[in-house]
C-alpha cells in the first residue's frame, strides 16, 4: 500500500540555518505530493505541493522537489527564523486512496 | 469566508461516557475526513464521508466510534464509552472534491477537537 516515511524529529537548529527535512514515498501510480505545517495549537495548513515529476513546490521560503527516480520530496528552506518552528508533515495524495501523512518531524529554532 | 469549525476545541470525559465531536466543513465543501493525532505521533486516517454516506471507514476502530454526515448540519464523530487510550487530538478536513476525482488532493483542516478522558 501507499506509505510515507519522513525524518524523525525533533530537529534543533539555530536561526539562519539552512533546514533540510527528508520525505520518501512508497505509491502506485502517480500521486501528489505535499508538505503540511502544523504550529502549536492549531490546524495543519498546506505548505507546499506538487503534483508531477520535477515539479518544485514553494511557500514562504520553503521549497520541495517531486524526484520520482529517489521516490522523495525533500523539504527545504536556506535560512530559518524562529516563527519557523512548527511539526511539519509530508504526505501523499493518489486516486486510489486518500491523503496519506507521515509521522511528522518537530522543528525548534533557536534565536 | 470561515474556514472549518470544529467545536468543542477541547473535552473532558470521565472513562465510560461518551465524546461527541462536531465539525462544519468549509461553504462549498462537501467531503469529510476525520483523523486522529495522539500526543507526539502523526496523523492517522479514521473515515471519509459525503453526504449521508460513509465512504471509507477503514481507519475506525470497529468498535465505539462511529461518524455521520447528515444532509443537514455538521459531521459528528461520535465515541461511545471512552478510555484512557482515546485521549486525542481530533482533526476534521474538508474536500470540495471527491477523493478519487481528478483533483490534487489539498485539505483544508479545522483547529482539532482535543479529548482527555480522565
Known amino acids: 500500500g501507499n506509505s510515507v516515511t519522513q525524518m524523525e524529529g525533533p530537529v534543533t537548529l539555530s536561526e539562519e540555518a539552512f533546514l533540510t527535512i527528508n520525505c520518501t514515498y512508497t505509491a502506485t501510480g502517480y500521486p501528489s505530493l505535499f508538505w503540511y505545517v502544523q504550529y502549536p495549537g492549531e490546524g495543519l495548513q498546506l505548505l507546499l505541493k506538487a503534483t508531477k515529476a520535477d515539479d518544485k513546490g514553494s511557500n514562504k521560503g520553503f521549497e520541495a522537489t517531486y524526484r520520482k527516480e529517489t521516490t522523495s520530496f525533500h523539504l527545504e528552506k536556506g535560512s530559518v527564523q524562529v516563527s519557523d518552528s512548527a511539526v511539519y508533515f509530508c504526505a501523499l495524495y493518489s486516486s486510489a486512496s486518500k491523503i496519506i501523512f507521515g509521522s511528522g518531524t518537530r522543528l525548534s529554532i533557536r534565536p | 469566508n470561515a474556514g472549518v469549525m470544529q467545536n468543542p476545541r477541547h473535552l473532558v470525559r470521565r472513562r465510560g461516557q461518551e465524546a461527541r465531536l462536531r465539525c462544519s466543513p468549509m461553504?462549498?465543501?462537501?467531503?469529510v475526513y476525520w483523523y486522529r493525532q495522539l500526543p507526539e505521533e502523526g496523523l492517522k486516517f479514521m473515515v471519509y464521508?459525503?453526504?449521508?454516506?460513509?465512504?471509507?471507514e477503514s481507519g475506525m476502530p470497529k468498535e465505539r466510534f462511529s461518524a455521520e454526515f447528515p444532509k443537514e448540519g455538521p459531521s459528528i464523530l461520535r465515541i461511545q464509552q471512552v478510555v484512557r487510550g482515546d485521549s486525542a487530538a481530533y482533526f476534521c478536513?474538508?474536500?470540495?472534491?471527491?477523493?478519487?476525482?481528478?483533483?490534487?488532493?489539498?485539505?483544508?483542516f479545522g483547529e482539532g477537537s482535543r479529548l482527555t478522558v480522565l
Open positions: 461553504k462549498g465543501h462537501s467531503h
Open positions: 464521508l459525503q453526504k449521508e454516506n460513509i465512504i471509507d
Open positions: 478536513a474538508s474536500s470540495p472534491f471527491a477523493s478519487g476525482s481528478l483533483n490534487t488532493g489539498e485539505l483544508f
